[in-house]
Antibody, heavy 119, light 106 residues
Framework: EVQLVQSGAEVKKPGESLKISCKGS????????IVWVRQMPGKGLEWMGT????????TYSPSFQGHVTISADKSISTAYLQWSSLKASDTAIYYC????????????WGQGTLVTVSS | SYVLTQPPSVSVAPGKTASITCGGN??????VHWYQQKPGQAPTLVIY???DRPSGIPERFSGSNSGNTATLTISRVEAGDEADYYC?????????FGGGTKLTVL
């Protein structure tokens, strides 16, 4: 069974750093893209970026480029999303999803990680 | 930049058919994917590549795509289908989501 399991909820202060994770199992992690998606409270889905764990090739949405870093450690089948300096506006649920092919949909999703940034 | 437009809400009576549209310039030339998101849950893929259903998705869910409009159709709507639905495409290596449609089952 394909599973993506994300790290737990976080509460941070503005300016702090954070790294959340997404661990894949039940499939060959290096053969599928991982997509990160943001959902702000009461809002829709926003694509943040994509990484191919096989070679760590990464693409960012222009809206998030420079504010987050996406990475992966294929030795432990885990992808990461990190911030060096959080803002209150980063408060959201963050989802990872597996993408099967370059134009494909996300066929398996993590449970989401709630990040709350508040002073 | 490419924009996907969905109606904010659609209402339907149980047992009837719901149609949720996703508008975009020449969207018929793109692969469209549809997600269902119930409150407090992660999205679930219900249609990929215009019309294909992942395993486990009921045949009541179908999709079409032509011209400037893609459509998700849910036949014989059930109370459990009440959720937010999002369309999604890839455009120049970027993923784009529609704004989402809240399906209300009356």
């Amino acid at each position: 069974e394909v599973q993506l399991v994300q790290s737990g909820a976080e509460v941070k202060k503005p300016g702090e750093s954070l790294k959340i994770s997404c661990k894949g199992s039940g499939y060959i992690f290096t053969n599928y893209w991982i997509v990160w998606v943001r959902q702000m409270p009461g809002k829709g889905l926003e694509w943040m970026g994509t990484i191919y764990p096989g070679d760590s090739d990464t693409t960012y949405s222009p809206s998030f480029q420079g504010h987050v870093t996406i990475s992966a450690d294929k030795s432990i089948s885990t992808a990461y999303l990190q911030w060096s300096s959080l803002k209150a506006s980063d408060t959201a649920i963050y989802y990872c999803a597996r993408r099967v092919d370059p134009l494909g949909g996300g066929d398996s999703w993590g449970q989401g990680t709630l990040v709350t940034v508040s002073s | 930049s490419y924009v996907l437009t969905q109606p904010p809400s659609v209402s339907v009576a149980p047992g009837k058919t719901a149609s949720i549209t996703c508008g975009g310039n020449n969207i018929g030339s793109k692969s469209v994917h549809w997600y269902q998101q119930k409150p407090g849950q992660a999205p679930t893929l219900v249609i990929y590549d215009h019309r294909d259903r992942p395993s486990g998705i009921p045949e009541r869910f179908s999709g079409s795509n032509s011209g400037n409009t893609a459509t998700l159709t849910i036949s014989r709507v059930e109370a459990g289908d009440e959720a937010d639905y999002y369309c999604q495409v890839w455009d120049s290596s970027s993923a784009l989501f529609g704004g989402g449609t809240k399906l209300t089952v009356l």
